[in-house]
């Protein structure tokens, strides 16, 4: 059985159809709720790791200190081989612990975006078996480089949208897995009023609108996505043995 580790970091971003998938094709998922302040286990034992979007950014370490443990589990984790699919800031994540800046955008990058995919993508194995034209939904005020060693999947003209490191390691910064349902939750009054500045007073509803009319869309593109991953896990083999762990921030 693939036993895979999941870090949530919002329960209004929980994994969603990335843990469905992976349930339905016999998987075991673990979930750990870090910005609860369940710790980050180590990798041993699991055979993937799945970590999903927050609040909180790569640079906010002061604030939320298990950001840095967090990333030497990741780093760790994808040196040694392991599988890792990352979600917005859990894309930033593996960005940021495998040594790429994390930069904040100069405006929120909001709504159903075209991602443009690379030549990479034509022949990666998962992002190879994507529909063209690729369209998600982004909702993020930071944007990942890419790392030394890493290969640019996809982005649309304001960011990086999706990159892979190593085989088996990815990160996405769209949420094929957001349903209006989650995006609700993400709209408090803040985030509300920063979204009716942005693109007007009926803003906020008509994204929800849209998010729910291309859910179909966005759930069988997620699926693709997911069950293409889940074949390179159980490629990967047995799971990873725990690395010794660092000090330090990530390089």
């Not at 690729?134 to 930071?142: N, P």
């Not at 990159?163 to 996405?172: I, K, L, S």
Request: with cysteine; hydrophobic share 40%.
């Amino acid at each position: 059985m693939v036993r895979i580790l999941i870090l949530e970091h919002s329960r209004s971003n929980p994994a969603g159809v990335y843990r469905e998938v992976a349930e339905q094709q016999g998987a075991s998922a673990t979930v750990v709720e870090v910005d609860q302040g369940e710790p980050v286990p180590a990798p041993a034992g699991y055979d993937a790791i799945i970590s999903m979007g927050g609040d909180m950014g790569v640079n906010d370490t002061q604030a939320f200190p298990w950001l840095e443990e967090e990333m030497r589990t990741i780093r760790e984790a994808v040196k040694a081989g392991m599988p890792y699919w990352g979600v917005c800031l859990g894309s930033q994540l593996l960005a940021a612990s495998l040594g790429a800046r994390v930069d904040r955008l100069p405006t929120t990058e909001v709504g159903f975006s075209l991602i443009r995919l690379s030549d990479a993508a034509d022949r990666d194995p998962v992002f190879g078996r994507l529909p063209r034209p690729l369209h998600a939904f982004v909702w993020h005020d930071d944007a990942f480089h890419i790392p030394e060693g890493g290969v640019l999947l996809g982005g649309t003209a304001e960011s990086n949208q999706a990159f892979r490191w190593g085989e088996h390691a990815y990160g996405v910064q769209f949420h094929l897995e957001a349903t209006t349902e989650m995006v609700r939750g993400w709209l408090d009054p803040q985030s509300r009023a920063s979204l009716e500045r942005q693109l007007g007073p009926q803003g906020p509803e008509r994204l929800l609108e849209e998010l729910d009319r291309r859910r179909g869309e966005q759930e069988s593109t997620a699926r693709i996505l997911a069950e293409a991953w889940l074949e390179g896990v159980r490629r990967a083999g047995a799971p990873v043995r725990q690395p010794e762990l660092s000090s330090g921030r990530p390089d």
